[in-house]
Nanobody, 128 residues
Framework: FQLQASGGGLVQAGGSLRLSCAASGFTFDYYAIGWFRQAPGKEREGVSCISSGGGSTYYTDSVKGRFTISRDNAKNTVFLQMNSLSPEDAAVYYC??????????????????????WGKGTQVTVSS
Protein backbone atom coordinates (compact mmCIF):
# COMPACT_ATOMS: atom_id res chain seq x y z
CA PHE A 1 0.00 0.00 0.00
CA GLN A 2 1.03 3.60 -0.28
CA LEU A 3 -0.33 6.87 1.04
CA GLN A 4 1.58 9.91 -0.09
CA ALA A 5 0.83 13.34 1.27
CA SER A 6 2.01 16.34 -0.68
CA GLY A 7 1.37 20.04 -1.08
CA GLY A 8 2.98 21.38 2.05
CA GLY A 9 5.27 24.36 2.06
CA LEU A 10 5.93 27.79 3.44
CA VAL A 11 3.09 30.29 3.43
CA GLN A 12 2.46 33.63 5.10
CA ALA A 13 -0.20 33.94 7.77
CA GLY A 14 -3.57 34.35 6.11
CA GLY A 15 -2.50 32.36 3.10
CA SER A 16 -3.71 29.05 1.72
CA LEU A 17 -2.37 25.63 0.87
CA ARG A 18 -3.96 22.57 -0.66
CA LEU A 19 -2.72 19.23 0.55
CA SER A 20 -3.19 16.04 -1.42
CA CYS A 21 -3.13 12.45 -0.26
CA ALA A 22 -2.67 9.94 -3.06
CA ALA A 23 -3.41 6.31 -2.28
CA SER A 24 -2.58 3.01 -3.92
CA GLY A 25 -2.47 -0.64 -3.06
CA PHE A 26 -5.82 -0.95 -1.30
CA THR A 27 -9.50 -0.48 -2.13
CA PHE A 28 -9.58 3.25 -1.60
CA ASP A 29 -13.30 3.78 -1.67
CA TYR A 30 -13.81 1.36 1.22
CA TYR A 31 -11.76 3.59 3.53
CA ALA A 32 -12.39 6.75 5.44
CA ILE A 33 -9.40 9.07 5.21
CA GLY A 34 -8.13 11.32 7.95
CA TRP A 35 -5.72 14.20 8.06
CA PHE A 36 -3.56 14.57 11.13
CA ARG A 37 -0.90 17.00 12.20
CA GLN A 38 1.88 17.05 14.69
CA ALA A 39 3.84 20.09 15.73
CA PRO A 40 7.14 19.85 17.60
CA GLY A 41 6.58 19.01 21.25
CA LYS A 42 2.88 18.40 20.76
CA GLU A 43 0.76 15.31 20.46
CA ARG A 44 -0.63 14.20 17.15
CA GLU A 45 -3.98 15.82 16.44
CA GLY A 46 -6.78 14.62 14.22
CA VAL A 47 -7.60 17.53 11.92
CA SER A 48 -10.30 16.23 9.64
CA CYS A 49 -11.95 13.10 8.32
CA ILE A 50 -13.97 12.21 5.26
CA SER A 51 -16.05 9.07 5.09
CA SER A 52 -15.46 6.40 2.48
CA GLY A 53 -18.11 7.70 0.10
CA GLY A 54 -17.40 11.33 0.85
CA GLY A 55 -20.82 12.02 2.26
CA SER A 56 -19.67 12.85 5.78
CA THR A 57 -16.91 15.21 6.80
CA TYR A 58 -15.62 16.23 10.19
CA TYR A 59 -13.21 18.86 11.49
CA THR A 60 -11.51 19.64 14.72
CA ASP A 61 -12.85 22.87 16.18
CA SER A 62 -9.75 24.94 15.51
CA VAL A 63 -10.00 24.49 11.73
CA LYS A 64 -13.76 24.64 11.20
CA GLY A 65 -14.66 27.24 8.62
CA ARG A 66 -11.07 27.42 7.33
CA PHE A 67 -10.25 23.89 6.14
CA THR A 68 -12.21 21.77 3.68
CA ILE A 69 -11.66 18.08 3.09
CA SER A 70 -12.76 16.37 -0.12
CA ARG A 71 -12.04 13.22 -2.05
CA ASP A 72 -11.97 11.98 -5.61
CA ASN A 73 -12.44 8.23 -5.48
CA ALA A 74 -11.84 7.93 -9.21
CA LYS A 75 -8.33 9.28 -8.63
CA ASN A 76 -7.77 7.66 -5.22
CA THR A 77 -6.98 11.06 -3.77
CA VAL A 78 -8.11 13.12 -0.81
CA PHE A 79 -7.57 16.85 -0.54
CA LEU A 80 -7.34 19.26 2.34
CA GLN A 81 -7.89 22.87 1.36
CA MET A 82 -6.46 25.07 4.08
CA ASN A 83 -7.35 28.75 4.12
CA SER A 84 -6.61 31.59 6.54
CA LEU A 85 -3.58 29.78 7.83
CA SER A 86 -2.01 30.89 11.07
CA PRO A 87 1.30 30.01 12.72
CA GLU A 88 -0.69 27.68 15.01
CA ASP A 89 -1.41 25.52 11.96
CA ALA A 90 2.26 24.85 11.33
CA ALA A 91 3.03 21.15 11.66
CA VAL A 92 3.80 18.02 9.76
CA TYR A 93 0.56 16.88 8.19
CA TYR A 94 -0.17 13.20 7.62
CA CYS A 95 -2.96 11.32 5.96
CA UNK A 96 -4.14 7.93 7.09
CA UNK A 97 -6.81 5.43 6.10
CA UNK A 98 -9.14 3.17 8.01
CA UNK A 99 -12.56 1.81 7.08
CA UNK A 100 -14.06 2.94 10.38
CA UNK A 101 -12.26 6.18 11.18
CA UNK A 102 -15.39 8.18 10.50
CA UNK A 103 -18.75 7.57 8.93
CA UNK A 104 -22.23 8.95 8.78
CA UNK A 105 -22.50 7.88 12.41
CA UNK A 106 -19.74 10.17 13.56
CA UNK A 107 -16.04 10.71 14.18
CA UNK A 108 -15.60 8.76 17.35
CA UNK A 109 -11.83 8.49 17.58
CA UNK A 110 -10.31 11.66 16.12
CA UNK A 111 -6.84 10.88 17.44
CA UNK A 112 -6.71 7.96 15.05
CA UNK A 113 -5.72 4.99 17.14
CA UNK A 114 -5.51 1.79 15.09
CA UNK A 115 -5.55 3.35 11.65
CA UNK A 116 -4.93 0.74 8.96
CA UNK A 117 -2.51 2.73 6.85
CA TRP A 118 -0.36 5.79 7.42
CA GLY A 119 1.44 7.92 4.91
CA LYS A 120 4.55 10.00 5.27
CA GLY A 121 3.94 13.58 6.19
CA THR A 122 4.28 16.90 4.47
CA GLN A 123 5.58 19.95 6.28
CA VAL A 124 3.43 23.05 6.57
CA THR A 125 5.19 26.19 7.76
CA VAL A 126 3.32 29.44 8.37
CA SER A 127 5.22 32.65 8.82
CA SER A 128 3.76 35.47 10.89
Amino acid sequence: FQLQASGGGLVQAGGSLRLSCAASGFTFDYYAIGWFRQAPGKEREGVSCISSGGGSTYYTDSVKGRFTISRDNAKNTVFLQMNSLSPEDAAVYYCAADPHYCSAYGWINPQGYDMSYWGKGTQVTVSS
